[in-house]
Structures are given as structure tokens and as C-alpha cells.
């Protein structure tokens, strides 16, 4: 009983770190692209794309991650609505 009850501390306290690490990256990644966002289309892409990445707990392909950082290395500093949607199929056809 008592090597159960350390497993299941070990086990809380490993998924408390867990998620900890992922809110951080995902508020790393925000802060680290958003800065330089000019429209809202961009910086509501970007902030999908660090969700994506970081914050969600549901299994991301590869290819979306690659996707995702696809947009976020090219988005930021973007202030053209038609440059965004150009960015955003380009991405989407060389990592979709």
C-alpha cells in the first residue's frame, strides 16, 4: 500500500511538471512572435500555432507542427491581409 501511495505522488507530481513546462513554452512562444505582430489575422495565427505546439494536450502530427512553425517564422512583422493568407497556403502546401 505504501509503494502505491509514492507511485501516485511520483505519477501527480511528474503531470503537475508536465504541464507546467507546456504553459511556459506556449507563454515563450507568444511573447517571443507576438511582439511583432502588425494585424490580427497574423498574430490570431500565431497564437493557434503556439497552441497547437505547446498548450494542447491532444497528439499533433508532425506535419502540423512543422506547419505551425512554418507560420510563426514567417508571420510576424506581416501587414499585408493578402501577404498572411499567401504565407498561410504556401505553409500549408509545403507542410500539408
Same mark, same amino acid.
Not at 512562444?29 to 498574430?43: F, G, P, T
Not at 497564437?47 to 497547437?52: D, L, M, N
Given at each position: 500500500?505504501?509503494?502505491?501511495?509514492?507511485?501516485?505522488?511520483? @505519477?501527480?507530481?511528474? @503531470? @503537475? +511538471?508536465? &504541464?507546467?513546462?507546456? #504553459?511556459?513554452?506556449?507563454?515563450?512562444?507568444?511573447? #517571443?512572435?507576438?511582439? +511583432?505582430?502588425? &494585424?490580427?489575422? @497574423?498574430?490570431?495565427?500565431?497564437?493557434?500555432?503556439?497552441?497547437? +505546439?505547446?498548450?494542447?494536450?491532444?497528439?499533433?502530427?508532425?506535419?502540423?507542427?512543422?506547419?505551425?512553425?512554418?507560420?510563426?517564422?514567417?508571420?510576424?512583422?506581416? #501587414?499585408?491581409?493578402?501577404?498572411?493568407?499567401?504565407?498561410?497556403?504556401?505553409?500549408?502546401?509545403?507542410?500539408?
Amino acid at each position: 500500500m505504501k509503494h502505491l501511495f509514492v507511485i501516485i505522488i511520483f @505519477a501527480i507530481s511528474f @503531470a @503537475a +511538471n508536465t &504541464i507546467y513546462a507546456r #504553459e511556459t513554452e506556449y507563454d515563450d512562444c507568444l511573447l #517571443e512572435h507576438l511582439i +511583432n505582430a502588425k &494585424i490580427d489575422l @497574423a498574430a490570431q495565427l500565431m497564437k493557434r500555432a503556439c497552441k497547437e +505546439n505547446f498548450k494542447d494536450f491532444t497528439i499533433v502530427l508532425e506535419k502540423r507542427k512543422e506547419y505551425n512553425e512554418c507560420l510563426l517564422q514567417y508571420l510576424p512583422g506581416v #501587414e499585408s491581409g493578402d501577404a498572411v493568407t499567401e504565407i498561410q497556403q504556401v505553409c500549408a502546401r509545403k507542410h500539408l
